[in-house]
């Protein structure tokens, strides 16, 4: 490659991750023309704004290293003819059906217990109106951690036949949902905390915003960890890094679904005292806009979570020169909800063969996994 060939590519890397981060301004392919406010994700800090500077580094420099990354990638070619990351972790697994095999598997899913947690979602459309604006961004984060977790309980269920292309898939499946976590975080906190704090501060402890800046950052800090595991574990399959995986995986939904509890028990009431139900409207397009800057395939994520029906979301929330190519978005989103798909599938296939093994082996006390 020429020196001029070379520097069109630098440009357009450089150009990719900017938008990544938030920090161009909205274009025609942003899907985000005539919305002033779609630049509110990560947006540019000055010096001097100590306060929140941090949180905000934190966020952009994760959302440009997940940009980049081989999910991101995949979710944006889907459409392609290429092999999906589903369809690779599926293809050429065959089992070990030999006695010494059945009995082996089949001891090790009566011992295996998988503890997966209780996640239940914020209601969305209640006479607590200000509750539908956390309900948008969490309901979407919990739908997605309870993909994880079929993921992981598939993981674990076949801890003896793991192969690297399992975890191919997973972290395919884990950076979108990286980059999804982290756009709805930012948005929630550029969007609605600030417009909830304008005229005063929300009241309480736990959702103060330096609690909430030392609680994104612990799960920026978790999610990194788990993805910091990715390339030992393409490489070779070693129980010990699995086993720091399920439990870094633990932390990070624990902490993310605990703060999410408390935000919904103590904010609706402090903004219902403050805001009219006119304001809603506004915020909520706002903060969805903000999360699907660039990527309106979450708009099909954010629509599930709520359980609205994704066409007339579209409709209501997608900008009209974008509308048309509303199913594509949701066909592109599909390879990552596919992925879950085929985990739990080699599950059913793997218990089905192996659970007869039971029947032959002594009746062991239950343990319980780090899931």
């Not at 990286?178 to 304008?198: K, M, S």
């Not at 139900?277 to 954010?302: P, S």
Request: with cysteine; charged share 30%; proline share 4%.
């Amino acid at each position: 490659m020429d020196d001029r060939g070379k520097s069109a590519r630098l440009n357009r890397g450089i150009s990719f991750r900017k938008k990544v981060a938030g920090l161009d301004p909205p274009s025609a392919s942003d899907g985000n023309v005539g919305n002033s406010d779609a630049r509110l994700v990560t947006s540019p800090v000055t010096p001097g704004d100590s306060d929140s500077s941090k949180g905000v580094s934190v966020v952009g420099r994760t959302l440009t290293a997940l940009g980049e990354s081989k999910g991101m990638q995949s979710l944006k070619r889907s459409m392609s003819t290429r092999k999906t990351a589903s369809q690779r972790l599926c293809e050429d697994r065959t089992l070990d059906t030999s006695e010494t095999a059945l009995e082996q598997r089949g001891m090790t899913l009566k011992k295996t217990v998988v503890r997966e947690p209780l996640i239940y979602p914020a209601p969305y459309g209640s006479p607590e109106w200000a509750m539908d604006l956390l309900a948008v961004p969490h309901n979407a984060i919990r739908i997605e951690i309870q993909d994880l977790y079929k993921i992981l309980t598939s993981l674990n269920k076949r801890s003896l036949d793991l192969l690297p292309r399992d975890f191919e898939a997973f972290f395919t499946w884990f950076e979108v949902f990286g980059v999804l976590f982290y756009r709805i975080w930012a948005a929630e906190e550029e969007v609605l905390f600030a417009w909830a704090e304008e005229q005063k501060s929300l009241e309480g402890k736990a959702i103060a915003k330096p609690t909430r800046r030392k609680t994104q950052e612990a799960a920026s800090e978790k999610l990194e960890s788990i993805l910091g595991l990715k390339s030992d574990l393409m490489l070779s399959v070693e129980q010990p890094v699995v086993q720091k995986l399920f439990r870094l995986c633990d932390e990070f939904s624990g902490l993310t679904t605990d703060f999410f509890r408390e935000c919904e028990r103590i904010v609706p009431t402090q903004i219902m005292r403050q805001r009219d139900l006119g304001d809603k409207k506004h915020v909520e397009d706002k903060m969805i806009r903000a999360i699907t800057k660039g990527y309106l395939e979450f708009n099909f994520v954010i629509a599930r979570g709520i359980g609205a029906d994704y066409l007339s979301f579209c409709k209501k929330y997608t900008p009209a020169l974008q509308r048309i190519n509303a199913v594509s978005h949701r066909k592109a989103f599909s390879d990552h909800t596919e992925i879950v798909t085929a985990f739990v599938s080699l599950q059913k296939d793997y218990e089905k063969t192996y659970r007869k093994g039971v029947i032959r082996t002594p009746n062991p006390s239950a343990t319980t996994s780090n899931l």
